[in-house]
């Protein structure tokens, strides 16, 4: 099995009741080409080789450096999606009829009902996302289970929750500790979300009572894996790096783990042009 194009995300999707299952995503440039399933990928041989370009994920343009997602410097600074309140929600005023960038795309996305959640990835961690992107977000950040704390109107309200709640959780995920904690117990998982849902409860401000989510529903997710490292090394493409190959023994989040402890961030690579084969 072989391809060459332009590296999206990866897409995860539920496969069962906890089971992550992924797909391959990639465009020839900025037309996307078909998924493909990666269910058969583990314990194969993976090799990845630049083909020394990239391309804007928003333009299409060559260019030397991504910013964001795979931008162009002019895309992250002008397109919606680099928008600020992607990563500072409090920051959204379209409830307002205020838009930080393009009134359309914001009305779509943020001035629309959004959850407050705790996931378990390094730690237990606090965040923000639409509840339509639900548990995609998770599985995105490598979380191994999720519970919504709050939910909200609209993507202000849910980042002013959140950000009250910094003190008490973190916000950032440690990757390397994400990814060697593997899949863990997940009874452990539960408990924790669930005792950490208490401690938000009693931390949460008063004018956010209203919104709390009082279920004890625990998403919890599993990855595919033969085995996961001790230790992790991070593996990129560049002009001096132009190929990454081993044996694929784990993906997580956004992450392959190959033997040896050798990791590639896919996401951070969008918009690089690649030439891989699995055998």
């Known amino acids: 099995m072989k391809g060459e194009g332009n590296i999206r995300k990866l897409k995860g999707r539920m496969d069962g009741k906890s089971a992550v299952a992924y797909s391959w995503c990639q465009a020839d440039i900025l037309d996307p080409t078909p998924d493909v399933d990666m269910a058969d990928w583990m314990g194969r041989t993976l090799r990845l080789e630049f083909a020394k370009a990239i391309h804007c994920t928003v333009t299409g343009k060559k260019i030397r450096k991504t910013y964001g997602d795979g931008m162009s410097f002019d895309a992250f600074q002008n397109s919606p999606l680099a928008v600020e309140s992607i990563i500072h929600p409090e920051l959204s005023r379209i409830h307002e009829g205020i838009a930080l960038r393009d ?24 965040g923000v996302t639409r509840d339509t992107n639900m548990p995609y977000r998770w599985i995105d950040q490598g979380a191994s289970g999720a519970t919504v704390l709050a939910n909200t109107p609209y993507r202000q309200l849910a980042g002013l929750l959140e950000v009250a709640l910094k003190d008490t959780f973190a916000d950032k995920t440690q990757w390397r500790a994400m990814l060697t904690a593997g899949n863990p117990d997940p009874a452990v998982v539960r408990d924790a979300l669930l005792n950490a849902k208490e401690e938000a409860y009693e931390s949460c401000p008063p004018e956010f009572e209203d919104f709390l989510d009082e279920g004890e529903e625990v998403t919890l997710l599993q990855y595919p894996s033969d085995a996961f490292p001790d230790k992790v090394t991070s593996r990129k493409l560049d002009s001096q790096n132009t190929v990454v190959e081993g044996r694929l023994e784990a993906i997580k989040g956004q992450y392959l783990l190959f033997e040896g402890g050798q990791v590639f961030n896919v996401r951070r690579h969008s918009g690089y042009r690649v030439r891989w084969s699995l055998s």
Do not use: M, R
């Open 103 to 126: 009134k359309e795309w914001e009305e779509k996305h943020h001035n629309q009902p959004h959850v407050v959640y705790l996931s378990y990835t390094s730690g237990i961690k606090v």
